[in-house]
Protein backbone atom coordinates (compact mmCIF):
# COMPACT_ATOMS: atom_id res chain seq x y z
CA UNK A 1 0.00 0.00 0.00
CA UNK A 2 2.71 2.51 1.01
CA UNK A 3 4.35 1.58 -2.42
CA UNK A 4 1.14 2.60 -4.58
CA UNK A 5 0.49 5.68 -1.90
CA UNK A 6 3.75 6.63 -2.75
CA UNK A 7 3.15 5.84 -6.61
CA UNK A 8 -0.12 7.98 -6.58
CA UNK A 9 1.62 10.80 -5.27
CA UNK A 10 4.59 10.21 -7.87
CA UNK A 11 1.97 10.59 -10.45
CA UNK A 12 0.44 13.26 -8.96
CA UNK A 13 3.89 15.36 -8.80
CA UNK A 14 4.71 14.52 -12.34
CA UNK A 15 1.63 15.89 -13.32
CA UNK A 16 2.10 19.00 -11.16
CA UNK A 17 5.47 19.12 -12.87
CA UNK A 18 3.96 18.41 -16.43
CA UNK A 19 0.93 20.88 -15.94
CA UNK A 20 3.31 23.26 -14.60
CA UNK A 21 5.92 22.88 -17.27
CA UNK A 22 2.84 23.42 -20.24
CA UNK A 23 1.94 26.91 -18.07
CA UNK A 24 5.54 27.95 -17.97
CA UNK A 25 6.58 26.86 -21.49
CA UNK A 26 3.02 27.94 -22.87
CA UNK A 27 3.94 31.20 -20.99
CA UNK A 28 7.32 31.51 -22.50
CA UNK A 29 6.60 30.63 -26.35
CA UNK A 30 3.59 32.58 -25.54
CA UNK A 31 5.79 35.52 -24.53
CA UNK A 32 8.05 35.06 -27.52
CA UNK A 33 4.80 35.31 -29.99
CA UNK A 34 3.83 38.19 -28.90
CA UNK A 35 7.40 39.89 -28.49
CA UNK A 36 8.19 39.15 -31.98
CA UNK A 37 5.17 40.22 -32.97
CA UNK A 38 5.43 43.49 -31.51
CA UNK A 39 9.04 43.46 -32.73
CA UNK A 40 7.56 42.69 -36.35
CA UNK A 41 5.10 45.61 -36.13
CA UNK A 42 7.39 48.01 -35.15
CA UNK A 43 10.12 47.27 -37.60
CA UNK A 44 6.49 46.88 -40.12
CA UNK A 45 5.69 50.62 -38.43
CA UNK A 46 9.08 52.00 -39.06
CA UNK A 47 8.97 50.67 -42.80
CA UNK A 48 5.69 52.34 -43.66
CA UNK A 49 6.80 55.53 -42.20
CA UNK A 50 10.09 54.97 -44.32
CA UNK A 51 7.29 55.08 -47.07
CA UNK A 52 5.27 57.79 -46.11
CA UNK A 53 9.00 60.27 -45.73
CA UNK A 54 9.61 58.96 -49.01
CA UNK A 55 6.31 60.39 -50.64
CA UNK A 56 6.29 63.51 -48.56
CA UNK A 57 9.42 65.21 -48.31
CA UNK A 58 9.58 68.32 -50.75
CA UNK A 59 12.24 68.07 -53.81
CA UNK A 60 15.59 68.80 -51.74
CA UNK A 61 15.01 67.58 -48.25
CA UNK A 62 17.31 64.18 -47.10
CA UNK A 63 15.55 60.95 -46.28
CA UNK A 64 18.15 59.51 -44.62
CA UNK A 65 18.29 62.33 -42.32
CA UNK A 66 14.24 62.24 -41.50
CA UNK A 67 13.32 62.32 -38.09
CA UNK A 68 9.87 61.38 -37.09
CA UNK A 69 7.92 61.53 -33.33
CA UNK A 70 4.49 60.55 -33.74
CA UNK A 71 1.70 62.99 -31.93
CA UNK A 72 0.44 61.07 -28.40
CA UNK A 73 -3.33 62.73 -29.99
CA UNK A 74 -5.45 62.59 -32.27
CA UNK A 75 -5.09 66.69 -33.44
CA UNK A 76 -7.65 67.12 -36.48
CA UNK A 77 -10.36 64.59 -34.93
CA UNK A 78 -10.04 62.50 -37.99
CA UNK A 79 -9.29 58.91 -35.66
CA UNK A 80 -5.80 58.62 -36.29
CA UNK A 81 -3.01 59.71 -34.82
CA UNK A 82 -0.56 62.05 -36.24
CA UNK A 83 3.47 61.72 -36.71
CA UNK A 84 5.54 64.88 -37.12
CA UNK A 85 8.22 64.02 -40.32
CA UNK A 86 11.19 66.74 -39.75
CA UNK A 87 14.52 66.50 -42.41
CA UNK A 88 16.81 68.64 -43.91
CA UNK A 89 19.29 69.87 -46.32
CA UNK A 90 22.41 68.43 -47.39
CA UNK A 91 24.86 69.38 -45.20
CA UNK A 92 27.66 71.87 -46.47
CA UNK A 93 31.19 70.93 -45.72
CA UNK A 94 29.39 68.04 -43.73
CA UNK A 95 29.16 70.45 -40.70
CA UNK A 96 25.40 72.05 -41.42
CA UNK A 97 22.69 72.15 -43.28
CA UNK A 98 20.91 75.20 -44.12
CA UNK A 99 17.21 74.10 -43.91
CA UNK A 100 14.94 72.19 -42.08
CA UNK A 101 11.35 71.10 -42.73
CA UNK A 102 9.09 69.87 -40.60
CA UNK A 103 5.73 68.24 -41.39
CA UNK A 104 2.36 66.79 -39.30
CA UNK A 105 0.57 64.03 -41.02
CA UNK A 106 -1.38 60.75 -40.78
CA UNK A 107 -0.43 57.93 -42.04
CA UNK A 108 -3.79 56.41 -44.06
CA UNK A 109 -2.54 53.00 -44.78
CA UNK A 110 0.45 50.83 -45.31
CA UNK A 111 1.92 51.63 -48.73
CA UNK A 112 2.58 54.85 -46.99
CA UNK A 113 0.15 56.84 -48.35
CA UNK A 114 -0.46 60.23 -46.58
CA UNK A 115 -2.88 63.42 -45.59
CA UNK A 116 -0.88 66.35 -44.80
CA UNK A 117 -2.14 68.17 -41.83
CA UNK A 118 0.49 71.22 -42.14
CA UNK A 119 3.94 71.80 -42.68
CA UNK A 120 6.86 74.28 -42.11
CA UNK A 121 9.35 75.48 -43.48
CA UNK A 122 12.43 77.15 -40.70
CA UNK A 123 13.27 79.41 -42.78
CA UNK A 124 10.16 80.73 -44.57
CA UNK A 125 9.94 84.27 -44.23
CA UNK A 126 13.29 84.88 -43.55
CA UNK A 127 16.10 87.41 -45.02
CA UNK A 128 19.69 85.88 -45.01
CA UNK A 129 21.06 87.73 -42.53
CA UNK A 130 18.15 86.83 -40.37
CA UNK A 131 18.86 83.13 -40.60
CA UNK A 132 22.48 84.05 -39.47
CA UNK A 133 20.92 86.33 -36.43
CA UNK A 134 18.71 83.09 -35.20
CA UNK A 135 21.36 80.36 -35.77
CA UNK A 136 19.50 78.25 -38.43
CA UNK A 137 22.24 75.80 -38.68
CA UNK A 138 21.07 72.28 -38.50
CA UNK A 139 23.50 69.63 -37.65
CA UNK A 140 20.71 67.10 -38.03
CA UNK A 141 17.14 66.83 -38.47
CA UNK A 142 15.32 69.02 -35.36
CA UNK A 143 13.47 66.88 -32.71
CA UNK A 144 10.14 67.87 -31.79
CA UNK A 145 7.78 67.71 -28.39
CA UNK A 146 4.56 68.52 -27.64
CA UNK A 147 4.77 71.10 -25.29
CA UNK A 148 1.64 72.99 -23.57
CA UNK A 149 -1.26 74.99 -24.68
CA UNK A 150 1.03 78.42 -24.70
CA UNK A 151 -1.23 81.02 -26.56
CA UNK A 152 -4.13 79.25 -24.99
CA UNK A 153 -6.27 78.88 -28.46
CA UNK A 154 -7.33 74.99 -28.07
CA UNK A 155 -4.06 73.32 -29.56
CA UNK A 156 -0.62 72.52 -28.24
CA UNK A 157 2.55 74.05 -28.76
CA UNK A 158 5.69 72.20 -30.03
CA UNK A 159 9.15 72.25 -29.45
CA UNK A 160 12.13 72.33 -31.47
CA UNK A 161 15.56 71.23 -30.95
CA UNK A 162 18.51 70.51 -33.21
CA UNK A 163 22.43 70.67 -32.95
CA UNK A 164 23.79 73.56 -34.97
CA UNK A 165 26.45 71.77 -35.98
CA UNK A 166 27.12 67.98 -37.08
CA UNK A 167 31.05 67.76 -36.19
CA UNK A 168 30.97 69.74 -33.23
CA UNK A 169 27.62 69.21 -31.17
CA UNK A 170 28.91 70.06 -27.69
CA UNK A 171 31.30 73.02 -28.64
CA UNK A 172 28.43 74.84 -30.35
CA UNK A 173 25.53 74.07 -29.00
CA UNK A 174 21.39 73.51 -30.10
CA UNK A 175 18.76 75.60 -31.17
CA UNK A 176 15.70 75.71 -29.58
CA UNK A 177 12.20 77.16 -31.20
CA UNK A 178 8.56 77.39 -30.01
CA UNK A 179 6.06 76.32 -32.46
CA UNK A 180 2.49 77.03 -32.85
CA UNK A 181 0.48 74.77 -34.83
CA UNK A 182 -3.26 76.90 -35.61
CA UNK A 183 -5.48 74.05 -36.76
CA UNK A 184 -8.48 75.94 -37.76
CA UNK A 185 -5.73 77.67 -40.41
CA UNK A 186 -3.23 74.85 -40.71
CA UNK A 187 -0.49 77.21 -40.43
CA UNK A 188 2.43 76.62 -38.25
CA UNK A 189 4.48 79.67 -37.15
CA UNK A 190 7.08 80.61 -34.83
CA UNK A 191 6.06 81.75 -31.27
CA UNK A 192 7.43 85.80 -30.88
CA UNK A 193 9.65 86.86 -28.39
CA UNK A 194 10.01 90.79 -27.32
CA UNK A 195 13.22 90.62 -26.20
CA UNK A 196 15.17 92.91 -23.92
CA UNK A 197 16.12 95.79 -26.19
CA UNK A 198 12.32 95.71 -27.16
CA UNK A 199 12.69 93.90 -30.47
CA UNK A 200 10.40 91.37 -31.75
CA UNK A 201 11.67 88.31 -33.02
CA UNK A 202 11.01 84.59 -33.57
CA UNK A 203 11.12 82.29 -30.44
CA UNK A 204 14.55 81.07 -30.88
CA UNK A 205 16.96 80.33 -28.67
CA UNK A 206 20.97 79.10 -28.48
CA UNK A 207 21.48 76.63 -26.03
CA UNK A 208 25.18 74.83 -25.46
CA UNK A 209 29.02 75.28 -24.28
CA UNK A 210 31.22 77.85 -25.15
CA UNK A 211 34.45 78.68 -24.44
CA UNK A 212 36.60 81.90 -25.11
CA UNK A 213 38.82 84.46 -22.87
CA UNK A 214 39.61 81.46 -19.91
CA UNK A 215 35.62 81.34 -19.48
CA UNK A 216 33.19 79.23 -19.89
CA UNK A 217 29.93 79.94 -21.00
CA UNK A 218 27.04 77.89 -20.51
CA UNK A 219 23.63 78.32 -21.43
CA UNK A 220 20.84 76.77 -20.33
CA UNK A 221 16.79 76.78 -21.82
CA UNK A 222 13.95 75.62 -20.44
CA UNK A 223 10.05 76.35 -20.11
CA UNK A 224 7.72 76.48 -17.16
CA UNK A 225 5.21 78.38 -15.14
CA UNK A 226 8.24 79.52 -12.67
CA UNK A 227 5.42 81.96 -11.12
CA UNK A 228 2.69 79.52 -11.19
CA UNK A 229 0.52 82.06 -12.36
CA UNK A 230 -0.99 80.35 -15.02
CA UNK A 231 1.27 82.08 -17.72
CA UNK A 232 4.23 80.17 -19.18
CA UNK A 233 7.68 81.58 -19.38
CA UNK A 234 10.76 80.99 -21.44
CA UNK A 235 14.07 80.70 -18.89
CA UNK A 236 17.38 81.40 -20.23
CA UNK A 237 19.94 80.81 -18.13
CA UNK A 238 23.63 81.94 -18.72
CA UNK A 239 26.66 81.06 -16.76
CA UNK A 240 29.69 81.86 -16.71
CA UNK A 241 32.90 80.18 -15.33
CA UNK A 242 36.11 82.20 -15.08
CA UNK A 243 38.95 80.22 -14.90
CA UNK A 244 42.52 81.11 -13.36
CA UNK A 245 45.91 81.12 -14.51
CA UNK A 246 47.53 78.87 -14.77
CA UNK A 247 46.29 75.97 -13.44
CA UNK A 248 42.56 76.49 -15.16
CA UNK A 249 40.55 76.29 -11.82
CA UNK A 250 37.18 77.73 -11.80
CA UNK A 251 37.86 80.90 -9.37
CA UNK A 252 34.74 83.19 -10.67
CA UNK A 253 31.71 82.10 -10.97
CA UNK A 254 28.47 84.43 -12.14
CA UNK A 255 25.21 83.53 -13.84
CA UNK A 256 22.37 85.49 -15.55
CA UNK A 257 18.59 84.72 -15.72
CA UNK A 258 16.80 85.94 -18.97
CA UNK A 259 12.74 85.51 -18.31
CA UNK A 260 10.19 85.84 -21.10
CA UNK A 261 6.91 85.97 -20.03
CA UNK A 262 3.59 85.10 -22.24
CA UNK A 263 1.70 88.02 -22.18
CA UNK A 264 -1.18 86.59 -24.51
CA UNK A 265 0.58 87.35 -27.71
CA UNK A 266 4.38 86.83 -27.26
CA UNK A 267 7.26 85.61 -24.87
CA UNK A 268 8.26 89.16 -23.46
CA UNK A 269 11.20 90.09 -21.24
CA UNK A 270 10.73 90.78 -17.79
CA UNK A 271 13.02 92.41 -15.23
CA UNK A 272 11.16 91.16 -12.35
CA UNK A 273 11.57 87.72 -13.03
CA UNK A 274 15.02 87.85 -14.46
CA UNK A 275 16.69 89.32 -11.60
CA UNK A 276 14.46 87.74 -9.22
CA UNK A 277 16.13 84.68 -7.07
CA UNK A 278 15.51 81.81 -9.50
CA UNK A 279 17.24 79.33 -7.60
CA UNK A 280 14.15 79.24 -4.68
CA UNK A 281 11.23 79.16 -7.86
CA UNK A 282 10.37 75.56 -7.65
CA UNK A 283 11.74 73.18 -10.40
CA UNK A 284 14.66 74.86 -11.20
CA UNK A 285 18.00 74.01 -9.52
CA UNK A 286 20.91 76.15 -10.55
CA UNK A 287 23.10 75.30 -13.46
CA UNK A 288 20.49 72.43 -14.64
CA1 LIG B 1 -5.74 62.88 -36.58
CA1 LIG C 1 -1.73 76.85 -28.71
CA1 LIG D 1 4.15 82.39 -15.13
Redesign the pocket.
Known sequence: MPFITQGKTNIKYILIVVVLAVIAGGGILGYQYWWIGKENKEQGETEVIDKMINKLLPAGFEKWAAEYSNYSADLNEDNLQEIIITSIYPMVKESWSERAYLVIATLLNEKGDYKKIADFYFDQGMTKDEKEIFNLRFGGAPTVSVET?????????MGASWPLSAVDPMGSGRGHAFL???LSTREINYLKIRNKEGEIAPAIFKAGFDYSENTYLTTNIKTSDIDKNGKWEVIEINQWQKLSEPDKKIKEESWEANVYEWDGSLFSYNRELSSSGLGVWPGWEHGE
Do not use: P
Open positions: DINDDGWKESLD
